[in-house]
């Protein structure tokens, strides 16, 4: 019963790299985000997707790409990484218009 | 636009006193609400929900919230507070009509003197 899984939970980016962040959920939920955490900013939507094969943007996407190719999956890319997407990020799901379930965070460092 | 306002950034309170956090709302249809907590390094856990009845929803660890249409607000409110309830609170909220999307306020930190 692990609900909502985040890889990796720490990592340290030289500017310029890419990362990949894996968001898991074994709920079989329709919904699932991507956020982003800064102090004194609260949760900010990235991206987010409402089925297999769809992603829109929320209220931050640049910088930032995302694919939702299996249910349960849903994958937050860096293709270019800049200090200021040093941050935590979370990733949620949830079904139709219940509440968000979170993963615990994914803490990025980019130097 | 849509948003969620947290007009306290940090509270303190001591450990047994009541405790209420504010939370204000702008949607245009009503809305669907919550309440998270999160604890230092920790994910959001959820306290309670509100979609529509009952004004007041009761959650978890004794918090319960009131739902105030002609206030646009949405409170926290504890009669007692403990020292494991030192964690920072977030509101959120949605409406129907296919918004897939949750907006969150800044969020309002509490800190407990024992």
């Known amino acids: 019963n692990a609900g909502v899984t985040q890889t990796p939970k720490f990592r340290v980016l030289k500017t310029g790299q890419s990362m990949t962040l894996l968001c898991a959920q074994d709920m079989n939920h329709e919904y699932m985000y991507w956020y982003r955490q800064d102090p004194g900013m609260g949760l900010r939507l990235i991206h987010y997707?409402?089925?297999?094969?769809?992603?829109a943007k929320g209220e931050v996407p640049d910088g930032y790409n995302v694919s939702r190719l299996k249910k349960q999956n849903f994958l937050l890319g860096l293709e270019s990484a800049a200090p200021s997407q040093t941050s935590v990020y979370f990733c949620?799901?949830?079904?139709?218009?219940?509440?968000?379930?979170f993963g615990e965070g994914s803490r990025l460092t980019v130097l | 636009a849509q948003s969620v306002t947290q007009p306290d950034i940090h509270i303190t309170v001591s450990e047994g006193a009541s405790l209420e956090l504010r939370c204000n709302y702008s949607y245009g249809a009503t809305p669907y609400l919550f309440w998270y907590v999160q604890s230092p390094g920790q994910g959001l856990q959820l306290l309670l929900k509100y979609f529509s009845g009952d004004t007041l929803v009761q959650g978890i660890k004794g918090f319960e919230a009131e739902f105030k249409r002609s206030q646009s607000s949405f409170n926290l409110r504890k009669p007692s507070v403990h020292w494991s309830d030192a964690a920072e609170y977030f509101c959120?909220?949605?409406?129907?009509?296919?918004?897939?999307?949750?907006?969150f306020g800044k969020g309002t930190k509490l800190s407990v003197i024992p």
């Open positions: 959120a909220g949605g409406s129907g009509a296919g918004s897939y999307q949750l907006t």
């Open positions: 949620a799901s949830r079904r139709g218009f219940g509440e968000l379930f």
């Open positions: 997707s409402v089925g297999e094969g769809t992603t």
